[in-house]
């Protein structure tokens, strides 16, 4: 049985919560001080964590931050009232696995848990590689940081991630749904720019020539 540490100070919603989580068979702990959600964080009792952000103590994103400073990999799924891109872009690069807005429908956020659990399980050996290479771009994913016309450039994670997935699909236009699904997990949004937000980031550090915009399709990396 799956276990999951519930950090959300409104009664209502956490109740609401836990009641449908357990009914889906999930054992689950709730707190509403983020200073405990990060204690309990450390313990290793826990597969994954809905943290909401606006909490007493020590605010959610401060407890996701330290969290992902520490290296603590516990899956981190944010629900917040939170909503504009700001806040977002701030969550998804602080290292949350995704985030729901709410109001939220707990069909969408039971989906997004087995997700998130499912993902747990080790990659096939053939995607396992620790150094992709791509002509003159090295990315090593044990340090999150990038060789590029011998020259180390350190990336954050979510630029680690959008680099590996152009990489393991080398000449391959990917569309921006394709990218929101594969790097961040998120339905397509016509309203996001987070792709375009990131791609102009990896470009400055790699280069703006080695990834292509095919207008209408999306990227490419060359």
Known sequence: ?????????????????????KREGFDCEVTESGATAFNRAHTGDFDLMILDLGLPHMDGADVLEQL??????LPIIVLTARTNLEDRLRTLEGGADDYMPKPFQFAELLARIKLRLAKQS??????NAQVLRNGEVELD?????VLV????????????????TLMRHPGQVLSRAQLLRLVWDM?????????????RALRKKIGAERVETIRGSGYRLR
């Open 149 to 164: 016309d011998g020259s180390w450039h350190d990336l954050s994670r979510r630029e680690t991630d959008l680099l590996e």
């Open 122 to 127: 080790p990659r096939p050996d053939t995607t």
């Open 68 to 73: 992902r400073n520490l290296q603590v990999t």
């Open 1 to 21: 049985m799956s276990k999951i540490l519930l950090a959300e100070d409104d009664d209502g919603i956490a109740d609401f919560i836990v009641r449908g989580l």
């Open 187 to 199: 339905d397509w949004d016509p309203g996001s720019n987070v792709v375009d937000v990131y791609i």
């Open 141 to 145: 994913l044990r340090t999150q940081r």
